[in-house]
């Protein structure tokens, strides 16, 4: 069979499978934006103000917002039955924010929130540089070693230098973005309104914190390769 005759079936080959690449990207685009922590953590707190602003309070309506993020933190621990820190910290100061703004009917207090959240999230980053293992050697473990045996090499990696020097630059810069992240929040709050705020929130997010999870994510991938070479 010559090349001329082989070519139109390598080309009705591609036509076939670009189709199904296309397919996975739409669903994988679709599952993102259905993501419960977008959609109720973000899309819908901003939805909700926009309906609201001006037929009711600038308080009631962030109230009303917080509602969401407050219900799928909720409903994510009582799913997962497991006592989630930065779940317990979010619903925590969703809860805080909600109570203050109505005793004090100031927005603010909303508003502010994320920020305090994030903020203390980011301090106890920092904060366990001081102990024995920083958060994110814990963090790690918990997510990457499922066996005893992933466990024990986790833990006998730690006596590499560079393992040490990488989580404690992980944790810097995770520390870091998260202090950065709520700060500059908190300092918006003061100048833009709460609608442009809610709109302009996930930006920042995505600004400050992106590129270190993009990062991170890179480390971690190296990290489980390694891990499964001193396992075998």
């Known amino acids: 069979m010559t090349a001329m005759e082989t070519a139109p079936q390598h080309s009705a080959g591609a036509h076939r499978v670009a189709p199904a690449e296309a397919t996975d990207r ?13 959609l109720f953590g973000i899309v819908a707190p901003f939805v909700v103000y926009e309906l609201l602003s001006g037929r009711t309070s600038v308080v009631t309506a962030l109230a009303v917002g917080a509602v969401f993020p407050a219900a799928a933190t909720l409903w994510t621990l009582i799913r997962t039955r497991r006592p989630d820190p930065i779940a317990l910290m979010t619903l925590g ?8 703004a109505l005793i004090f009917d100031s927005p603010l207090f909303l508003l502010l929130k994320e920020s305090v959240v994030t903020g203390t999230i980011g301090l106890v980053f920092l904060g366990s540089l001081l102990a024995a293992r920083p958060l994110t050697f814990v963090l790690a473990r918990s997510m990457m070693a499922s066996t005893p045996a992933q466990s024990a090499a986790l833990e006998a990696s730690w006596d590499r230098a560079t393992v040490r020097a990488g989580h404690r630059r992980t944790t810097i810069e995770w520390g870091t973005a998260l202090v950065v992240e709520a700060g500059l929040r908190a300092a918006l709050a003061f100048v833009l309104t709460p609608g442009t705020l809610l709109f302009v929130s996930p930006f920042l997010t995505a600004a400050v914190i992106g590129p270190v999870a993009i990062v991170t994510f890179r480390r971690r991938r190296r990290a489980a390769a390694r891990l499964a070479e001193d396992q075998a």
Not at 33 to 38: D, E, R, W
Not at 93 to 100: C, H, R, S, Y
């Open 26 to 38: 739409r669903r994988q685009f679709l599952r993102a934006a259905m993501n419960p922590t977008l």
């Open 93 to 100: 100061g969703i809860i805080l924010g909600l109570i203050g």
